[in-house]
Structure formats: C-alpha cells, structure tokens
T-cell receptor, first 113, second 110 residues
C-alpha cells in the first residue's frame, strides 16, 4: 500500500515565525507535491518536485519555500508565517507519466495567530 | 476565473438512490481525475478519466473532452459514500500538476 506521511498533523504558529511541514513517502515515486486547501477554494498547488534536490513553483508559491533533500522527503517551509497562511496542507506523491495516480498524505492543519 | 466548476455544490440522498455529479472545465485538459475527500479530510483518488467512460465499483465517469465536461455517477448510494467529491484537471502532460474544483458535498442518509 502506497504511503505518504505528514508531520506535524496540526500546528499553531505565531505570525512572523518559521514553520516547517514535512512529508515522507515510501512509494518510490519521483513526483511530490504540496497543496493547500481553504474553505471556498479547491486544493491549490504550492510547490512540486520531480527529482531530489530540485523543486518547482506551483500556482501559489509566494511566501513558501520547498526542499527535496531525497526522493522520499519533501518539506514546505514558511519563513515568516502570516495569518493568510492558515489552511490545511496536503502532501502528495505520484509516479511519472500522465496517468500516475496521486497519493495524498493525511493533511497538516496550520493555524497562524 | 474558476477553471474547474463542479455542480451541484451539495447533494442529499437517501441510501440506495443514484446521483450524478458534474464537472466543467474552461481549458483543454490532458488529464481528468476524480477524488473523494472523507468527512475527516483524507483524500483518495477514485479514477482517472481524460476521455470516454470508465467504471470502478459503483462509480461511472463519462468525460466528453471536446465539450470540456465530465460526470461522475454514483449508483445505489451507501452512507459510506458521504463526503466531498473533487474533480481535477491537468493542463499539460508533464506530471500531475492538477487544478481542482471546490467539490460536491454528498450526504447519504440511511
């Protein structure tokens, strides 16, 4: 069974603080993604990566950095957290190709106060 | 504007009833996928159907690419089908960079 695990599952951060969300996959997948979900919006792509040591910007990258130190691990970094970054964040992985099935983690609920 | 629009926004069914969910998209899609999000928030891929008709279990998806629309039919609904159904498209073929709709929330009553 494909597995994507995220940590932490829930976090409260202060405005201006640094937040790191971590993702680990055991699927041996090349692609990894970070999405955020807000009420009234569909999931939106923040950053993605198709190979270790390389990341690409998604549709809403501003205010976020990403790091892919290995095939298995993909982190999302908020250097200066802001109220508008309160959301649920999902990590996902997929194999290569158009029809690669997407496997999601359980989500990380971030509240910035 | 919204690239993926889903309708209806919500739906209430009696167990055993059928339902049809709609997805319309404003740009050419090389890929179209349906996902299920449980009430607890976890996301699961249901099927990928960029064109034609596909079946899995009690689910049938029909995508008419040139008309930029897809439907998901749920037959003989069960209470465990309750949740949100999301449609997503990929506008190019280089990986799953999906654009999601807001979803259709389905509640199946016993």
């Amino acid at each position: 069974e494909a597995a994507v695990t995220q940590s932490p599952r829930s976090k409260v951060a202060v405005t201006g603080g640094k937040v790191t969300l971590s993702c680990h996959q055991t699927n041996n997948h090349d692609y990894m993604y970070w999405y955020r979900q807000d009420t009234g919006h569909g999931l939106r792509l923040i950053h993605y990566s198709y190979v270790a040591d390389s990341t690409e910007k998604g549709d809403i990258p501003d205010g976020y950095k990403a790091s892919r130190p290995s095939q298995e691990n993909f982190s999302l970094i908020l250097e200066l957290a802001s109220l508008s970054q309160t959301a649920v964040y999902f990590c996902a992985s997929s194999g290569t190709g158009v029809t690669g099935q997407l496997y999601f983690g359980e989500g990380s609920k971030l509240t910035v106060l | 504007g919204q690239q993926v629009q889903q309708s209806p926004s919500s739906l209430v069914l009696q167990e055993g009833e059928n339902a049809e969910l709609q997805c319309n998209f404003s740009s050419t899609a090389t890929q179209l996928q349906w996902f299920y999000q449980s009430p607890g928030g976890s996301l699961v891929s249901l099927l990928s159907n960029p064109s034609g008709t596909k079946h899995t279990g009690r689910l049938t998806s029909t995508t008419v690419t040139k008309e930029r629309r897809s439907s998901l039919h749920i037959s003989s609904s069960q209470t465990t089908d309750s949740g949100t159904y999301l449609c997503a498209i990929d506008r190019n073929s280089a990986g799953n960079k999906l654009t999601f709709g807001i979803g259709t929330r389905v509640l199946v009553r016993p």
